[in-house]
């Protein structure tokens, strides 16, 4: 469970989130919409514990992980995060991309889960590959592989279709709601296209002048 | 449509004219900078050709020569290993930082790139001794700087802000958005060893390289030190036989090494990341990093702090009183001049040659690899062939105006800076983004007004930069200078050369001071340029 009270951060003097107060249930999902601008990456960087919050304080499952002058370190929160643009590290593998983020478990462990979640994403013949030997929707999907990969409590997606053709966008959905599915995470989904937005069942919030408005809500 | 076709036949000739005018100052550039080296290979063709095949003994060191050239490999080797190390650790360190005391010594400690080493020489044989009569007072065993060990500390420490520069560009190259996901994925110490030193290794390897380089070809502070090392002995060979074919040969197994370095390491500067592009605001990013992480780091920090504030509180307390310190300046008044004056002109005159240049580099086509090389193997040729390469092309009865003036220190900094500008050019030509100027190019109504009012204000922090290292570097030129300068004519630097060799004096801590000033306010001026080059790009 997210629970986010009176959340206010400003940079260099203008205030981009104000008093915002959020809360999402375990496996539940939420979409974000607001413009450009808006507020949403910010959101999604103080909930992952890469920027620290001005005033208000971030719950997940009860424990206090950001308030101002304290952040649960982000690999610390199991999160799983997608960036707007893939962001995979250069110089690794797709495998070796992957498997980063498992780097605490059994070696054993590591190998099958990482064919487990190539599998997945349709990227087995990818392994090997270095980003800029893949197309831009097979660095989608191992970026996604990657957020999932250590099944994490709560995934976070930022404007992940952003940069892809309305083909790709559709089966790149398709994955995400598959494997939202399947690891029944709490979902915040960021965006500001509102047929991407309607795609995500749960509640639809809008932010605007830093606040979250509640749009409708999920069955 | 009409109008259309009117105009475009105006921008196609106006291209023309300019590529015509870009390609004269780019055969200008090969001539300066490849000049001196080429005539040295011609002698030695020439000299083969009349019967001097003993000469050829010349390339392949034995005995004396070879012990000779190890004992400098090492000693070039010793020197970068220790400087990257703490390079490395330092700009760790000061990069996770926000301190206003840590950033002034690190602001300090890269101004101090512009400090010639046997300054750095002539302040730590002062702390020395100071240290030495302490020592005695309290009975304690004295620590001399002497002899190879000597050497390799000052050379060391001179160095080190070479290191931390190229450390910290290399890290602040790194796309944020990948340490972020990093964070994401595993504690602040394992991405130090995953991500963020892979991902900056590119320019780290650039900077030993260069370093390699540096310590490799240069014989001052080795030559303090009461040591021989191979670069003197090419200096030598020239000044005992008048023959720059000789000291060419004697030169070539230094060039193998230097070249095949320089070839490695640019490599990887070419393959680097330069995008620093950040549209978000700056995250609150600092690095939770173990204490022994953060010791280990502070160690780094700390010695870079040494290699910066000793040299710095030695001059000051050397150079005396303001009077002494206006009598040393009045009596070198006619050196402060003339290299102030040099240094300005080759600055001025190695801009046209850089931007003419620079865009070779960045083309993606087959050719941009050459111009690389082309651009960076001057940087590996030793100051002194530098030198005795112009004295063979410009000794001539025809060229004696030349020869005999004020224009060979000119062309010694050109053809040993001119590179530098080219590079930093470059740089800034391969932040801004292409499509700035392709719209330029499609509203563009005659070639000077693009150039004037789009291209050069985009490319103005890389010029003023790399004119500014220019300026700076050669300030402190040795090598070559020494080789070129006419008689009557001497620079700042030649001057404290040859004071120092009659011992440390008020007089020479003076000059270093001036030195070292103008090379912190120059410094510091190519800093805010560059900080101001990235906002400028970014905002674009």
């Known amino acids: 469970m997210i629970e986010v009270k009176n959340l206010t951060k400003a940079y260099a003097g203008k205030t981009v989130l104000e008093r915002l107060d959020l809360e999402l249930g375990n496996s539940e999902a939420a979409v974000i919409l607001g413009p450009s601008g808006s507020g949403k990456t910010t959101l999604l960087r103080l909930l992952a514990g890469l920027d620290v919050p001005d005033s208000g304080e971030i719950r997940m499952d009860g424990e206090l992980v950001s308030r101002p002058g304290y952040v649960l370190e982000p690999h610390k929160r199991q ?93 790149i959905m398709a994955y995400i709601l598959e494997s939202w599915k399947r690891t029944r995470a709490s979902m915040i989904y960021v965006t500001h296209d509102r047929d991407e937005a309607t795609e995500i069942p749960g509640y639809t919030f809008y932010l605007r002048s830093g606040r979250l408005e509640r749009m409708d809500s999920a069955p | ?104 010594l690190c ?120 040591n021989n090392v191979y670069a003197l002995e090419i200096f030598a060979e020239f000044s005992s036989s008048a023959e720059s074919g000789r000291a060419f040969l004697l030169a070539l197994p230094l060039l193998l090494v230097t070249v095949s370095v320089l070839i490695v390491s640019q490599k990887t500067v070419r393959k680097a990341a ?15 990093w173990p204490s022994w992480m953060r010791a280990l780091l502070g160690i780094g920090a700390a010695f870079t702090a040494i290699a910066v504030l000793v040299p710095l509180a030695v001059l000051l307390l050397s150079a005396g009183s303001p009077k002494a310190l206006a009598r040393t300046v009045t009596a070198a008044q006619s050196e402060i001049g003339f290299t102030f004056a ?50 063979f092309l410009w000794n001539r009865p025809l060229f004696g105006t030349v020869y005999g003036g004020a224009l060979m220190p000119i062309l010694a900094g050109l053809a040993r800076f001119a590179p530098f500008v080219t590079l930093a050019v470059a740089a800034q030509l391969r932040r801004i983004n292409p499509l700035l100027l392709d719209a330029a190019r499609v509203y563009q109504t005659n070639l000077w007004r693009y150039w004037l009012k789009i291209r050069l204000p985009l490319l103005l922090p890389g010029i003023a930069g790399g004119a500014g290292i220019a300026f700076l570097l050669s300030l402190g030129e040795l090598g070559a200078t020494l080789v070129v300068a006419p008689p009557g004519l001497a620079t700042l630097t030649m001057r404290i050369y040859n004071y120092l060799h009659y011992g440390a004096s008020d007089s020479v801590a003076g000059l270093c001071l001036i030195i070292l000033v103008s090379a912190l306010a120059g410094g510091t001026g190519v800093l805010i340029v560059f900080r101001r080059g990235f906002r400028l790009v970014r905002k674009g």
């Open chain 1, 79 to 171: 999160i799983g995060f997608v960036f707007q643009t893939s962001n995979l590290w250069p110089h690794m593998t797709v495998r070796r991309n992957i498997s980063f983020g498992l780097g605490s478990i059994r070696q054993a462990e590591v190998r099958g889960r990482l064919n487990e979640v190539l599998k997945e994403a349709s990227i087995e013949d990818l392994a090997e590959r270095y980003p800029d030997e893949i197309s831009g929707g097979e660095a989608s999907r191992t970026a996604i592989a990657r957020a999932l990969a250590p099944n994490p409590k709560y995934l976070f997606l930022d404007e992940p279709l952003i940069h892809l053709d309305p083909e790709l966008k559709l089966k």
């Open chain 2, 1 to 104: 449509m009409r109008a259309i076709n009117q105009f475009y036949p105006k921008i196609l000739n106006s291209r023309f004219k300019g590529e015509t005018c870009a390609g004269f100052i780019r055969i200008v550039f090969l001539f300066v900078v490849f000049g001196p080296i080429l005539v040295l290979v011609f002698n030695v063709i020439q000299k083969l050709g009349t019967g001097h095949w003993d000469w050829l003994a010349l390339a392949f060191p034995t005995g004396r020569r070879l012990a000779l050239f190890a004992r400098s490999l090492g000693f070039a080797i010793s020197v970068t290993a220790g400087a990257t190390i703490i390079g490395l650790l330092a700009g760790l360190y000061f990069w996770n930082q926000s301190g206003k005391g840590n950033k002034f």
């Open chain 2, 107 to 226: 602001w300090l400690a890269l101004v101090f790139i512009a400090v010639p080493p046997y300054v750095h020489a002539l302040t730590w044989m002062s702390a020395f001794n100071g240290l030495e009569i302490i020592f005695r007072r309290f009975n304690l065993p004295a620590i001399a700087l002497e002899g190879w060990g000597g050497a390799l500390w000052v050379q060391m420490m001179a160095l080190v802000p070479v290191a931390l520069g190229m450390t910290l560009l290399g890290v602040e190259t790194i796309d944020p958005d990948h340490l972020d996901a990093a964070r994401l994925a595993r504690p602040d110490s394992a991405n130090v060893l995953k991500v963020i030193l892979p991902l900056a290794l590119p320019l780290v390897i650039a900077g030993a390289g260069f370093i390699f380089l540096l310590s490799l070809t240069d014989y001052s502070v080795a030559s303090l030190f009461q």
């Open chain 2, 274 to 288: 330069m995008k620093p592009v950040r549209t978000l605001p700056s995250p609150d990013r600092h690095f939770a």
């Open chain 2, 342 to 391: 040099i240094s300005l002109l080759i600055a001025l005159i190695s801009i046209p040659l850089a931007v003419a240049c620079a865009g070779r580099l960045v083309r993606s086509n087959r050719n941009h690899r050459l111009w690389w090389l082309l651009v960076t193997i001057p940087i590996a040729v030793p100051a002194s062939l530098t030198g005795i390469g112009l004295v």
